[in-house]
């Protein structure tokens, strides 16, 4: 009998693994779908998750937010610079700094068509990237490579996350097919350096340019960047809702 116990807990702790393999980890906290309060609670699931996204969640392969790193963004031709040339402008190394301290402001959810509205902000983002770019923008011409720095305040990201129930090796997972998110941005200051390699007067009076002209340059700006964010999201929520059952994370 005694000889049987090292064998037993062995077991259980084999058990136990698998058990908390296939379950939600404790940082996801699940939400009963018949619950009244389902958007609250969906809403301080993620309020809850913030340490974990900052830091990233190497086990669902979730990398950190804050800082947030894109290796490269690249715009071809979704903005015409002059005589009918296309802008071709890339960012390399980005690091935005800030993504973390998100606050969600509203958040409903449709469990049978599977769309999420989420309402969030971000108090305060700061951007770094190298650029490099050869465009004109608002009659601004923009040509150059360098360093560039940017901080937002205030920034607002409405979405709306459209998804489906599917099948993934015969159990059910919520998966995201398209996101709607209309960006606003409080405030914002950019400085790009080294624009005309570096001409002193070109780059005070461009840069000054750019932070004169926020409006249009951020109605200029904003399908980009809102592709940009939606990719992201879609990406990285895709991998956590793949990992665990629609049934795990809204148990009746
Ligand atoms: C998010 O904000 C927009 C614009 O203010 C509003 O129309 C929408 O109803 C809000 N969504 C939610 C879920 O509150
Ligand atoms: C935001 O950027 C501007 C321009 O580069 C800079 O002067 C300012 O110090 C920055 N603000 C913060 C809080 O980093």
């Known amino acids: 009998m005694i000889a049987m116990l090292p064998s037993l807990s062995v077991c259980l702790l084999v058990i136990n693994f698998c058990l908390t393999d296939a379950t939600l980890p404790s940082y996801i906290k699940p939400c009963k779908r018949t619950d009244a309060g389902l958007n609250e609670c969906v809403k301080r699931t993620f309020e809850d998750l913030r340490p974990h996204l900052k830091q990233g969640i190497p086990e669902l392969n979730v990398p950190p937010?804050?800082?947030?790193?894109?290796?490269?963004?690249?715009?071809?031709?979704?903005?015409?610079?002059?005589?009918?040339?296309?802008?071709?402008?890339?960012?390399?190394?980005?690091k935005v700094l800030g993504a973390g301290d998100y606050k969600v402001q509203k958040l409903v959810v449709d469990l049978k068509k599977t769309i999420y509205y989420v309402n969030m902000t971000f108090p305060f983002l700061k951007i770094e990237a190298n650029y490099d770019?050869?465009?004109?923008?608002?009659?601004?011409?923009?040509?150059?490579?360098?360093?560039?720095?940017?901080?937002?305040?205030?920034?607002?990201?409405?979405?709306?996350?459209?998804?489906?129930?599917?099948?993934?090796?015969?159990?059910?997972?919520i998966q995201f097919h398209s996101m709607e998110t209309d960006l606003r941005i409080g405030d914002y200051k950019i400085r790009l350096f080294n624009l005309f390699n570096g001409d002193p007067t070109l780059n005070n009076a461009i840069n000054a340019a750019i932070n004169e002209n926020k409006q249009e340059f951020m109605k200029t700006l904003k399908p980009l960047a809102e592709d940009t964010v939606a990719k992201y999201i879609l990406e990285n929520l895709n991998k956590i809702f793949s990992k665990f059952t629609f049934e795990e994370f809204f148990p009746k």
């Open 133 to 173: 770019m050869d465009a004109k923008i608002l009659n601004i011409p923009l040509k150059g490579r360098g360093p560039l720095k940017a901080n937002a305040t205030n920034v607002r990201a409405n979405i709306v996350l459209h998804g489906a129930k599917v099948k993934i090796e015969g159990t059910t997972h």
């Open 65 to 94: 937010i804050d800082p947030l790193f894109l290796p490269e963004i690249v715009v071809a031709g979704s903005v015409e610079k002059g005589r009918g040339q296309p802008l071709r402008a890339v960012a390399t190394n980005v």
